[in-house]
């Protein structure tokens, strides 16, 4: 009989994923999980669409199309984690700062700690983590735990 796993962290209840698709997404996805469920915590997953005005206006379907795939991210990561148990809800923000939308998300819900991956899709990657991580890092009003893939 294998035995449960233990929470690595006191009084955790509340944990808040940001993902974006990539690599780095999928590892802080089974972190939070492997942690949500030690911990018996409520999992939100959340997921910016980096937007602006100008291209909102020149390209509405492409947003569309970004928002149903990012939709459809969540959607199947939801599933992962109720699948082993843990309560889930997703939540998706199209904007231009994603880290505001994360840090924001954060406080309404009151989190105990954000989970997310060290890097993100952009093809000019900082040298040791995402620019959108570093400024969750240093605006976030709780923990912040960084994946590598």
């Not at 909102?56 to 148990?85: F, H, I, N, W, Y």
């Not at 994603?98 to 954060?106: L, Q």
Request: negative net charge; contains cysteine.
């Amino acid at each position: 009989m294998g035995e449960s796993p233990v929470c690595p962290i006191g009084g955790l209840r509340k944990v808040l994923l940001a993902v974006d698709g990539s690599l780095h997404s999928e590892a802080a996805l089974r972190e939070a999980i492997g942690i949500a469920k030690a911990c018996t915590t409520k999992l939100w997953i959340l997921s910016v669409i980096e937007v602006n005005p100008e291209f909102e206006s020149l390209a509405p379907l492409l947003v569309e199309k970004a928002e149903q795939e990012t939709r459809g991210l969540l959607d199947s990561m939801k599933k992962s984690a109720e699948k082993e148990g843990i309560e889930c809800e997703t939540l998706v923000h199209e904007g231009e700062e994603p880290y505001e939308f994360i840090v924001d998300e954060a406080e309404k819900k009151q989190v105990d700690m954000i989970i997310m991956g060290r890097h993100g899709r952009k093809g000019l990657k900082r040298l040791l983590m995402g620019s959108v991580t570093s400024k969750v890092i240093g605006h976030a009003p709780c923990s912040v735990l960084v994946v590598k893939a």
